[in-house]
């Protein structure tokens, strides 16, 4: 089973016959291509802004991968090493998690998070994950974001 099929997007639950007859299909951000996780976070141009954002952050450009499977690969393949790898790594995970709370606020309550907003919810989820992971207690996560690689 793919990475796509288990994210529950609008057109993974049509395929399962979830969506009830009348309710749109379509990305919730763009309003203009069926929302497939795919779409959803990868090539919708509200989260591509994130995306670009948190990769600015570790000073890097980069080229929307074809798959999400593709985008995870890539960014495992890192160079980084120690601590650096850790918060490489807690970065996907916190953007993708973020991502998908951003889109669920906004489908159930109407809540719409600029890029900037949900890039520091991000920030702040990698400094308390890598806080709980290190168990580092000397510092807040908002003195721990200070000292974060993309400040």
């Known amino acids: 089973m793919s990475m796509q099929s288990k994210v529950a997007t609008r057109s993974v639950l049509l395929g399962r016959n979830l969506i009830p007859e009348g309710q749109s299909t379509l990305c919730p951000f763009c309003l203009l291509h069926l929302e497939t996780p795919q779409h959803l976070f990868l090539h919708c141009h509200f989260l591509w802004d994130v995306w670009s954002q948190i990769l600015e952050w570790w000073h890097l450009r980069?080229?929307?991968?074809?798959?999400?499977?593709?985008?995870?690969?890539?960014?495992?393949?890192?160079?980084?090493?120690?601590?650096?790898?850790?918060?490489?790594?807690?970065?996907?995970?916190?953007?993708m998690w973020s991502l998908w709370l951003a889109r669920n606020d906004y489908v159930s309550n109407n809540a719409s998070s600029g890029a900037g907003v949900v890039g520091e919810r991000i920030k702040a989820r990698v400094a308390m994950w890598i806080k709980a992971k290190f168990n580092i207690k000397v510092y807040t996560v908002e003195v721990f974001k200070v000292f974060l690689l993309w400040n």
């Open 62 to 95: 980069w080229v929307c991968p074809a798959s999400l499977e593709a985008h995870f690969e890539w960014w495992m393949e890192s160079r980084f090493r120690n601590l650096e790898k850790n918060l490489w790594e807690a970065t996907f995970f916190a953007t």
